[in-house]
């Protein structure tokens, strides 16, 4: 069985987490079946097609896709038996200039160029989620029929969805629709590859200049932030043994930055993380699936964020925070507060994961035939 995938290729380390989390739970829903797995870059369609994976440029392959026939190339969705929506943001409206309509890249070329001529494949948007303002309620999506349609269309043309945190959940109730919220699959990344909790060695620390990729408008107190995270990261460092986790370049620099002597774990192999992820104590993060993976280990973290992502902390079992609410005091008082929770979260977490395996393995026989 050929399943495809619509993720990130080599460019998110918590788009991998999800991803391979799918994979898991797959191969759990389909045992004994032989399934084959494909991924397409979906910033750049292209590379659906075969011979075309190294092409990443949006801007100058998308005409070229375009223009080439489909029956030219093998094309991993035209082949597939199930195409797999992974996880990401799939729900953000920030008004008319910047919404999931007129900024996805691969709804058209992917779903309703390819997709709508694979008369046999099912489709499956799996851990789907929300970006937008921290304390957003979804309502400002109604400002916009057009997303509401695409949202619309895109839930009926789907055999499954699962959404990964409670505002996607409102989002599309407000639009008569019905979908389970379930944590997101990073927290099953360490089953598909087998990596087991290791003894504690370190509490893991990840740092984002303003707590996250975008402001969305929101007025984000960058200087505060940054402030209240080395003056913690010092104190902490005097009697912790501290890794700075950086999941992409930037966040190296920027660690650099306050500490050229830190211990910093930068990788382009995302297993790697997990390892790392494997051995933590507890974590202080900005970078969500860093924290969800930390938990897939029995370890709690906090998650400080600056839009709606940060939120799904809650259906793990731990608490977030909006970036401008949070002083170095704060981080000193939660860090107290994990370090006394360590056991229980264990076993809260034991619950959490087994009802999260439940609920997956229940969605995901609806693509069963």
Not at 167 to 185: A, D, F, N, R
């Amino acid at each position: 069985m050929k399943i495809a995938f619509i993720t990130t290729v080599n460019h998110n380390v918590g788009d991998d987490f999800v991803r391979e989390g799918l994979k898991y739970l797959l191969t759990q829903s389909f045992a004994g079946i032989n399934l084959k797995f494909s991924e397409i870059h979906k910033h750049s369609p292209i590379t659906a097609r075969y011979g075309f994976e190294s092409c990443r440029d949006l801007e100058k392959y998308q005409k070229k896709d375009d223009w080439l026939p489909l029956w030219v190339t093998r094309d991993r969705i035209l082949e597939a038996d199930i195409v797999v929506q992974s996880g990401a943001p799939v729900y953000w409206y920030h008004g008319a200039e910047s919404n999931c309509v007129i900024h996805n890249e691969w709804y058209k070329p992917l779903i309703k160029r390819r997709f709508f001529k694979n008369k046999k494949a099912l489709l499956a948007n799996l851990a789907a989620g929300s970006c937008q303002r921290y304390h957003s309620d979804g309502t400002e999506f109604l400002e916009s029929k057009e997303v509401c349609d695409y949202i619309t269309e895109f839930y009926n043309l789907c055999t499954v969805t699962t959404v990964r945190d409670k505002l996607s959940v409102e989002i599309l109730k407000q639009l008569g629709l019905t979908v389970p919220v379930i944590p997101c699959s990073s927290i099953f990344a360490a089953d598909y590859y087998n990596i087991r909790k290791e003894p504690d060695d370190y509490v893991v620390i990840n740092y984002m200049k303003g707590g996250s990729h975008y402001t969305f408008g929101q007025k984000i107190d960058f200087e505060k932030w940054e402030e209240n995270f080395k003056n913690f990261y010092f104190e902490l460092k005097q009697t912790e043994n501290v890794v700075i986790s950086c999941h992409d370049q930037k966040e190296l620099e920027e660690a650099k930055k306050f500490d050229p002597q830190a211990n910093l774990f930068y990788s382009g192999d995302y297993v790697e993380y997990i390892k790392l992820y494997s051995r933590a104590k507890l974590g202080i993060m900005n970078r969500v699936h860093g924290a969800y993976v930390i938990a897939s280990f029995g370890r709690p973290s906090i998650i400080i964020g600056n839009d709606s992502r940060a939120r799904m902390g809650s259906e793990i079992g731990i608490r977030s925070y909006f970036v401008n609410d949070v002083s170095k005091e704060t981080l000193l008082e939660e860090y107290h507060k994990l370090n006394n929770e360590i056991n229980d979260y264990a076993s809260l977490f034991a619950k959490i994961k087994a009802k999260a395996l439940e609920d997956y393995l229940f969605e995901i026989k609806k693509l069963h035939r």
